[in-house]
């Protein structure tokens, strides 16, 4: 039979069943390659491609949980389906949770693998085909997307994965600093979708409400359940059933709404608060985070099965230090939007002031930048942005003098220098928001009010900007 092009590792310490699965599947146009125990697999995974891995989970070295593992560390687009004896049927529904695309009992029934490989083989086939097509219509690059403006290659392959999961209903993780435009991708995945488009899209800012108020908002609630519910209220979830949810900040959820999310997640189902009835629902979850999930699991913080149904697809969105090609494009968009909203005529940006802008951190990303081109659009005097429209920290940040120099500055002077720096630019793109720019220097609010403290920018703040 001609040969289908994929490649299939068979990792089994029972030769009978590596030669007897060899055959099956040589004989349906499948690469067959074989291993008796999880380490020769990963060795010969060194020097061999294998499309999908089939493996027993008892093998004497390495298990079949243990190579699952292993190989989605190293490549977790590799599909693991496993092997298992009807004792051991809790052990693979649990691998899953790790990664498994699916399992087979023993004794191993031909067609029922068959099943299982063409319809795993078919879902990669409509996902390969779904990227190809995308990428030959976008072969032009693409200066904005949806909402989105950006012409960076890093853009462009965001833009591609959003296009290739449009005709699938995938929970989506977007991961990202504060500022970086996670809220306009969330959109563009929901609009992108023609079975979504026109229906329901609901947001909620996780992070702006109280454990209570968060439960209540999206699972509703029933009148008397608490003491200001003085009538039946549904919630974002009921509200968002056929469309999609947005969750900003999905690292506020506590351990008990996280398993509540995760039941909504893998029944589909809920009940209001002070409750009973069951509500269903069918609901795509796009979640968003600034923060590193991995290191919340690591703490205890996290659900690691909740962030797995999560991180079915995910999206990692740049910050705008790392997409510098992109800022003159995002000028010339904020000026039109602002301009309009302002009602005053600005044309562009003067060349010193354009190379200010490029050549600024920008630690708040898009949000700082637009409230500089707004502000700048307030002060301009002319239809040019210049530089002296800027705000003062993008002349006046302090430098630290290089070693050598008569100045003789100890370690701890130099160190603090620019850690000042920081700390004023974020105050600035954050309007001085303590808590936004606590959360975009990754830090804590009492750490930024002792080191504000200690760096004398508490006095230059006006006082209702540091009431946040």
């Keep these: 039979m001609q040969n289908n092009g994929r490649h299939i ?5 029972e030769p009978l069943v590596r030669r007897s699965l060899s055959e099956l599947l040589t004989l349906s146009g499948y690469a067959v390659s074989t291993a008796s125990d999880g380490k020769e697999a990963l060795n010969l995974l060194k020097t061999y491609h294998a499309d999908i891995i089939i493996t027993d989970i008892k093998m004497p070295q390495m298990d079949g949980i243990q190579l699952l593992k292993e190989v989605k560390s190293m ?6 389906i496993l092997i298992t004896g009807y004792a051991s049927i809790e052990n693979a529904v649990e691998a899953m949770k ?3 695309y699916d399992y087979v009992t023993k004794p191993i029934v031909d067609s029922e693998i068959k099943i299982v490989l063409d319809r795993l083989v078919k879902q990669k086939q409509l996902v390969e085909e779904n990227i190809k097509l995308k ?14 403006v950006g012409k960076s290659a890093k853009m462009q392959k965001i833009y591609t994965l959003i296009e290739a999961i449009t005709s699938t209903r995938a929970n989506v993780l977007i991961h990202g600093e504060s500022g970086t435009g996670k809220r306009l991708i969330a959109h563009a995945i929901h609009n992108c979708n023609e ?4 229906k329901p899209f609901i947001e909620v800012s996780c992070g702006a409400l109280t454990e209570t108020l968060l439960e209540s908002e999206l699972f509703g609630h029933v009148k008397g359940s608490f003491t200001s519910a003085i009538k039946d209220k549904p919630g974002r979830f009921e509200l968002a059933s056929g469309g999609t949810i947005f969750l ?13 999310l995760l039941r909504v997640l893998q029944e589909g189902e809920f009940e209001r608060v002070g409750d009973n009835k069951t509500i269903k629902v069918d609901i795509r979850v796009i979640v968003a985070t600034n923060q590193n999930l991995a290191e919340l ?15 079915i697809i995910s999206i990692e969105v740049p910050p705008l230090r790392e997409r510098r090609d992109d800022i003159p494009l995002l000028i010339i968009d904020l000026i039109k939007k602002h301009s309009k909203h302002i009602s005053k005529k600005i044309e562009g940006v003067s060349k010193e002031a354009l190379s200010k802008f490029i050549d600024y951190e920008w630690p708040g990303n898009i949000r700082e930048l637009e409230n500089v081109i707004e502000r700048a659009i307030i002060l301009s005097k002319g239809p040019i942005i210049n530089v002296e429209d800027l705000p003062d920290f993008f002349h006046n940040l302090e430098e630290v003098k290089e070693p050598g120099t008569n100045d003789k500055l100890r370690l701890k002077e130099a160190l603090k220098s620019p850690e000042k720096g920081l700390i004023v630019k974020a ?9 936004e720019t606590a959360r975009v220097l990754g830090i804590n609010r009492t750490t930024l009010y002792k080191k504000m403290q200690k760096f004398g920018l508490l006095k230059n703040l006006k006082s209702n900007e540091l009431e946040s």
């Design 98 to 100: 790790e990664g498994a």
């Design 9 to 13: 590792l068979i990792v089994d310490d």
């Design 135 to 148: 990428e030959q219509l976008s072969a032009g690059q693409r200066d904005k997307f949806h909402e989105i």
């Design 297 to 311: 699991i690591k703490s205890g913080k996290f659900r690691k099965d909740l962030y797995y149904r999560l991180n």
């Design 195 to 198: 079975l979504e488009r026109g």
């Design 427 to 435: 105050l600035h793109s954050t309007n001085g928001n303590r808590n």
């Design 248 to 260: 900003d900040e999905i690292d506020a959820f506590s351990p008990a709404l996280q398993v509540k």
């Design 75 to 80: 490549n977790r687009d590799i599909p693991v």
